[in-house]
């Protein structure tokens, strides 16, 4: 849905998502009937990869698997095209001092297998998800909750299995009592991982992970590993963003080019992003079904500073290696034209996004060599950039290696990986040999997205294991504030703090540069680059 996406990391340049405005209805024909391509009649397609994980909202932090886990689970509230709240699943969510929050559940809302979602199914469920025993990628996201570490400490067993800050009131309500206050902790609740679970979940939530049954607007059909996942639009859905086509098939491709092909050839009806080779031609070979727009998210560089090249590295070293990137020919020239230099850590689309007041995005050679050397230079004159081959990355990566190289003298390789699933799992597992190439697209249109959730010492995106005392003690004051408005200017301070520590470097923000074919219909797009699913119609 859009916003609230398990899709933080992006495979490509886009990220596709569900609509929480899209008209509901379904398109005639005979179900039992395929198009050309093999897809049953009345269902769309898009190109997507294998999911990292088994389809958990709260294990679900990339794109790939967003989107099954967005077509299958409706959490509490949504976003509308400017980034604004949308309920979904909730009557209301309302607080007084930010510290306390009640939620008032829609009545008559059913899970596929006709179990009623009650406010029992959210704390249930973010009480599993928050528990350390069970190793949700995501369970970070429920720090906030006062409780959350006796069921998640840093060390040792939980204390408690349920946290003591979620109380039910009834069957529909229920209250969120925070450790502290926090002014944006309404725009959380738009984030997929806060999604519910039905009863049968807690029997084997292996098993459930390979085949869910989740509140969304499309019901699980089959996960064919590496190749289809296919959903069906829910008649009974009660959401905002009802189906307006009979299902959807994700389907896998190894590269994008050979996506493309098929939507020129019929065989996939969308695209979420055209390759660099295609992007000169794209738009005159789809026509009408050409999408170019901007959206909420950057593409960085970011330091495995556990790694033997920036273990102990000087942040000089990092803004040298910064300056040495020639962003603005690069997207020009290798991107053609659909990025924008990066002026911040943070898109243009989210709340407190600010130009900083720092050389340290603009290209200078002479200043580059100067900062490497007074920072001690790089370990043996050597860096890689890792990134998965799958996702139209490696003429941006070896033009930005180039020009370091060029620039500063200093060795520059790409790390290629064969997919994204292996990608992520190398930063997971600390296997980075020295940059990673970091996608990021907005949770939920604030600037803390794209500051805490990365650079927090305990986040769970953080996979460049960035730690320092001040910018948590910095972010833990913007946490507290009065206001929503408040806490995006304290979070504006934190951003002009992470110049001097440089835990990443900003390279460019996102627009998607996709499109589909001709048997497709109502395709559009939302702020943060997705494509409006439940809203395709087929022709």
């Not at 390979?210 to 059909?221: A, D, L, M, R, V």
Request: charged share 25%; with cysteine; glycine share 8%.
């Amino acid at each position: 849905m859009r916003g609230a996406k398990s899709a933080k990391w992006v495979a490509g340049a886009a990220v596709i998502a569900l609509a929480a405005t899209a008209c509901g209805g379904s398109d005639s024909g005979d179900e039992g009937k395929k198009n050309t391509s093999g897809q049953p009649a009345g269902y769309v397609s898009i190109d997507v990869g294998e999911p990292q994980k088994p389809l958990m909202p709260a294990d679900t932090n990339e794109s790939n698997g967003s989107y099954v886990i967005q077509s299958l689970f409706t959490q509490l509230l949504d976003f509308d095209d400017k980034g604004e709240i949308v309920l979904t699943n909730a009557e209301s969510v309302e607080t007084e001092d930010s510290k306390t929050w009640t939620v008032k559940l829609k009545a008559g809302w059913k899970f596929h297998n006709g179990e009623a979602v009650t406010a029992q199914s959210y704390i249930d469920a973010w009480n599993w998800y928050a528990n350390v025993e069970n190793k949700q990628q995501n369970a970070f996201w429920f720090s906030d909750i006062a409780g959350y570490e006796d069921v998640h400490p840093e060390k040792g067993a939980p204390k408690a299995k349920e946290m003591s800050g979620l109380k039910a009131v009834d069957d529909t309500t229920f209250t969120i009592e925070l450790a502290n206050k926090v002014p944006y902790f309404n725009y959380k609740l738009g984030y997929a991982t806060f999604a519910p679970l039905p009863k049968v979940f807690y029997d084997d939530p292996k098993a459930f992970g390979q085949k869910p049954i989740g509140n969304g607007p499309y019901t699980f059909e089959k996960w064919t590993h590496k190749k289809l996942i296919q959903v069906k639009a829910w008649d009974e859905y009660q959401g905002p963003n009802k189906a307006a086509n009979k299902g959807i098939q994700f389907k896998n491709y190894s590269t994008v080019e050979a996506a493309y092909s098929d939507v020129i050839s019929g065989n996939l009806d969308m695209i979420r992003q055209v390759g660099p080779r295609d992007l000169p031609k794209y738009k005159t070979d789809l026509g009408d079904g050409a999408i170019e727009q901007p959206y909420a998210a950057i593409q960085s560089l970011n330091p495995a500073f556990y790694s033997k090249t920036f273990k102990d590295i000087d942040p000089k070293v990092l803004q040298g290696l910064s300056m040495a990137i020639d962003r603005d020919t690069i997207t020009k020239t290798v991107l053609n034209g659909t990025r924008t230099p990066a002026t911040s850590f943070t898109p243009p689309q989210v709340k407190g996004n600010q130009t900083l007041d720092s050389d340290i995005l603009k290209f200078n050679p002479a200043k580059a060599k100067e900062l490497i050397k007074e920072g001690g230079g790089v370990p043996e004159n050597k860096i890689s950039i890792q990134y998965n081959a799958d996702g139209g990355h490696k003429e941006w990566v070896t033009a930005v290696c180039e020009s370091i190289r060029n620039a500063t003298g200093v060795d520059c390789v790409g790390d290629a990986k064969p997919d994204f699933p292996t990608d992520l799992e190398a930063r997971d597992n600390n296997e980075v040999k020295g940059f990673y190439r970091g996608g990021w697209v907005a949770d939920y249109p604030v600037n803390v997205n794209f500051l805490k959730e990365l650079y927090h010492s305990k986040a769970e995106s953080n996979n460049g294991r960035f730690a320092d005392k001040e910018i948590d003690e910095l972010m833990a004051k913007g946490d507290k504030a009065d206001s929503l408005e408040a806490s995006v200017a304290a979070y504006q301070e934190v951003e002009k703090a992470l110049v001097d520590k440089m835990p990443a470097i900003p390279l460019w923000y996102y627009a998607i540069n996709g499109g589909h074919g001709k048997n497709v219909d109502n395709v559009k797009v939302d702020f943060h680059g997705d494509l409006e699913l439940t809203g395709v119609t087929t022709k």
